[in-house]
């Protein structure tokens, strides 16, 4: 066992807990609820553990399943609670993911399913992500909490339960519930007993089971580095490795983040670029995926990079652009908007060369 410095552990989190009482819980780093790249673009901060809490998803693409097995792969302790981090441990339990709380354990036995029963309409950061509708999974378990104090049986619970779940989330709230046909069906006495209950004693399950996460790695030591999936999904595929180039990106050195499809977009729109790179990376690209699949081992002219193939051949022949957008080892300057600003890869591939492999891979039938 090994304890985790605080400041090496990143946070996602939104609606579940307002930041002010997370922070008194556990003091560290704290990003918004997690988009789709966000942790890719993390994994470079050398961060040793990840709390995955709130997460958007329908109208943006949410955090991805894939990501989270990379963090795991290489050594980070992810754990998710709560929210969207709940529903992904229970999707990756078996391949190191950690689950925490009440809802996760929902997920995991199957009592609860899909994304309705976290969803929530709530404000954006400058509202402090404000919650302006109730999660179906705390109307869930405080009707249960109910039942228990004898203020419904059973079968009224359930009742109620499913007529919650019919309703569009943004809908969800205790005064709907109340106003709902099924109980206006009910004695006055047991509305106004249970309107009393629900005003008082209803449970912030999100909240309880966020909070708990927070106050378990603020005080507890935490396990060795989760040991490699059961059945991983090779990082060399290439479709992980487009995705992951294009998601995880470049930072400027005022810390400016330039993403890598944002990258691709500019140099696409160079057309004697990309006419010069399309020959000398589509055939290391294609002898590389060749090696991989025949589980050849390319040694190290093939395997660098592009500076072989395009040091040399590609760029001692073309003057210096006049904007410089990014300076490796391996690969020369690109001409990107945003003036002579030196970038450095926010991605972890073994090369930096593999990022313009992938682009190779995702140029298609592009201009040149």
Same mark, same amino acid.
């Given at each position: 066992?090994?304890?985790?410095?605080?400041?090496h552990i990143a946070v996602f989190l939104g609606?579940?807990?307002?930041?002010?009482?997370?922070?008194?819980?556990?003091?560290?780093?704290y990003y918004p609820p997690a988009r789709r790249?966000?942790?890719?673009?993390?994994?470079?901060?050398?961060?040793?553990?990840?709390?995955?809490?709130?997460?958007?998803?329908?109208?943006?693409?949410?955090?991805?399943?894939?990501?989270?097995?990379?963090?795991?792969?290489?050594?980070?302790?992810?754990?998710?609670?709560?929210?969207?981090?709940?529903?992904?441990?229970?999707?990756?339990?078996?391949?190191?993911?950690?689950?925490?709380?009440?809802?996760?354990?929902?997920?995991?036995?199957?009592?609860?399913?899909?994304?309705?029963?976290?969803?929530?309409?709530?404000?954006?950061?400058? *509202?402090?992500?404000?919650?302006?509708?109730?999660?179906?999974?705390?109307?869930?378990?405080?009707?249960?909490?109910?039942?228990?104090?004898?203020?419904?049986?059973?079968?009224?619970?359930? /009742?109620?339960?499913?007529?919650?779940?019919?309703?569009?989330?943004?809908?969800?709230?205790?005064?709907?519930?109340?106003?709902?046909?099924?109980?206006?069906?009910?004695?006055?006495?047991?509305?106004?007993h249970l309107a009393q209950y629900l005003s008082?004693?209803?449970?912030?399950?999100?909240?309880?089971?966020?909070?708990?996460?927070?106050?378990?790695?603020?005080?507890?030591?935490?396990?060795?580095?989760?040991?490699?999936?059961?059945?991983?999904?090779?990082?060399?595929?290439?479709?992980?490795?487009?995705?992951?180039?294009?998601?995880?990106?470049? +930072?400027?050195?005022?810390?400016?983040?330039?993403?890598?499809?944002?990258?691709?977009?500019?140099?696409?729109?160079? /057309?004697?670029?990309?006419?010069?790179?399309?020959?000398?990376?589509?055939?290391? *690209?294609?002898?590389?995926?060749?090696?991989?699949?025949?589980?050849?081992?390319?040694?190290?002219?093939?395997?660098?990079?592009?500076?072989?193939?395009?040091?040399?051949? /590609?760029?001692?022949?073309?003057?210096?652009?006049?904007? /410089?957008?990014?300076?490796?080892?391996?690969?020369?300057?690109?001409?990107?908007?945003?003036?002579?600003?030196?970038?450095?890869?926010?991605?972890?591939?073994?090369?930096?060369?593999?990022?313009?492999? +992938?682009? *190779?891979?995702?140029?298609?039938?592009?201009?040149?």
């Amino acid at each position: 066992m090994h304890s985790t410095n605080p400041q090496h552990i990143a946070v996602f989190l939104g609606p579940s807990l307002p930041r002010q009482q997370a922070s008194a819980l556990l003091a560290t780093q704290y990003y918004p609820p997690a988009r789709r790249g966000d942790v890719y673009r993390l994994l470079p901060a050398g961060v040793t553990t990840i709390i995955l809490i709130d997460g958007v998803f329908h109208s943006t693409p949410s955090v991805w399943q894939r990501e989270l097995l990379a963090a795991v792969e290489e050594g980070v302790q992810v754990l998710g609670a709560s929210s969207l981090g709940a529903l992904r441990a229970a999707e990756l339990a078996r391949y190191g993911m950690t689950g925490f709380g009440t809802i996760y354990a929902w997920y995991r036995d199957g009592v609860i399913h899909g994304d309705d029963e976290i969803a929530l309409r709530h404000g954006d950061a400058d *509202a402090h992500y404000y919650a302006m509708s109730e999660p179906l999974v705390n109307i869930r378990f405080t009707l249960q909490q109910a039942v228990h104090d004898g203020v419904l049986t059973v079968e009224q619970a359930a /009742v109620l339960i499913t007529y919650a779940k019919q309703c569009y989330y943004p809908e969800h709230s205790y005064a709907q519930l109340l106003r709902s046909p099924v109980v206006q069906e009910w004695s006055q006495p047991l509305v106004s007993h249970l309107a009393q209950y629900l005003s008082t004693q209803a449970v912030n399950l999100k909240a309880r089971d966020t909070a708990g996460v927070l106050r378990h790695c603020a005080t507890q030591p935490m396990p060795p580095p989760a040991s490699r999936p059961a059945a991983p999904v090779q990082e060399a595929d290439r479709r992980w490795r487009v995705a992951r180039s294009l998601m995880a990106g470049f +930072a400027r050195a005022g810390g400016e983040e330039v993403r890598g499809q944002a990258v691709l977009q500019h140099a696409m729109q160079d /057309v004697a670029l990309v006419a010069a790179l399309r020959r000398p990376l589509g055939t290391q *690209a294609f002898v590389l995926e060749w090696a991989r699949q025949h589980q050849v081992t390319c040694l190290s002219p093939l395997a660098g990079g592009v500076r072989g193939a395009v040091g040399r051949s /590609v760029w001692a022949r073309r003057p210096r652009p006049p904007l /410089v957008a990014c300076q490796w080892s391996h690969a020369k300057p690109l001409r990107i908007p945003g003036g002579r600003t030196g970038l450095s890869q926010l991605g972890d591939h073994p090369r930096p060369g593999d990022f313009w492999i +992938a682009l *190779a891979l995702s140029w298609g039938s592009g201009p040149g």
